[in-house]
């Protein structure tokens, strides 16, 4: 198990979006770079995607779903969270990231 922590660093954010691996889904467009200590994340939500609280809950389920995996990542990484569409399902965001993890953590 990987210790779970965010990304607070603007520049650590601006490389991952210019030299990173991307995994692409219907939901989210994750940048990623393996290699790192620890597993890093950060997400962002854009404002035209609804009001507040539909932005938070988005960012919510993705925390959550990171925590309940976090004993399937074997090696630490930097993420970098790109919500593309609000609404839907939980189980449907918890599909899309647990693809993610399966594909490139085990």
């Known amino acids: 198990m990987v210790k779970l922590k965010r990304i607070q660093n603007k520049n ?3 490389q991952l979006l210019s ?4 995994y692409r ?6 940048h990623f770079k ?3 200590e620890d597993f890093s994340y950060a997400i962002s939500v854009s404002k035209h995607l609804g009001n507040a609280v539909k932005r938070n809950r988005e960012k919510r389920w993705v ?3 990171f925590y309940k995996y976090r004993f ?12 593309k569409q ?6 449907e965001a918890e599909n ?6 399966k594909e490139n953590f085990k």
């Open 96 to 101: 899309e990231i647990f693809g993610f993890i």
């Open 86 to 91: 609000a609404g839907g399902l939980y189980t």
């Open 25 to 30: 889904g219907k939901k989210y467009r994750i």
């Open 34 to 36: 393996k290699g790192e």
């Open 72 to 83: 399937d990542i074997n090696s630490g990484a930097n993420v970098f969270i790109i919500i």
């Open 63 to 65: 925390r959550s779903i």
């Open 19 to 22: 030299k990173s691996s991307i």
């Open 12 to 14: 650590t954010i601006l």
